[in-house]
């Protein structure tokens, strides 16, 4: 919910930037499962939790991109992919831009501080 939540912030964003007031933002149902996903991060999160700063931020920023270039390849092959990222000159194949990697970083730091509450409670 927290990803959804923060693509619905993020593209209202978009919409100030482009000086539109009503600063409507938006997402799409496949975007559930796939922040979803993140979850899954849970037991990389639970082995990294002694690891530096830089290095978990990385590693969370890899796995993001890694579930990003999967989920929209997929999407893409079936003409569903809510995302296009093809006027970037920064993106990969249109379902990645890495130039969000700094925003993946931090959001990986995110995920890790709600899920890392999450697995100390349930393992004490």
């Known amino acids: 919910m927290i ?16 000086r539109n007031l009503k600063l ?8 559930f499962p796939i922040y979803g996903s993140a979850a ?4 990389v999160m639970r082995r990294m939790k002694n690891a530096s700063l ?3 931020g990385f590693l969370y920023m890899c796995c993001i ?3 990003e270039y999967i989920s929209g390849t997929l999407l893409k092959r079936k003409d569903l992919c809510p995302w296009d990222y093809s006027r970037s000159p920064y993106h990969v194949q249109s379902v990645i831009r890495l130039d969000y990697a700094p925003v993946w970083f931090l959001t990986g730091l995110l995920f890790e501080k709600i899920l890392i509450k999450n697995i100390l409670t349930e393992t004490s």
Do not use: D, K, N, Y
Not at 3 to 18: N, P, Q
Not at 40 to 43: D, I, R, T
């Open 24 to 31: 409507v933002g938006r997402s799409s149902l496949w975007m």
């Open 3 to 18: 990803g959804w939540a923060l693509e619905i912030f993020w593209t209202g964003l978009h919409a100030f930037r482009v």
């Open 40 to 43: 899954f991060l849970a037991p």
């Open 65 to 67: 991109f890694l579930g």
């Open 54 to 56: 830089f290095l978990r």
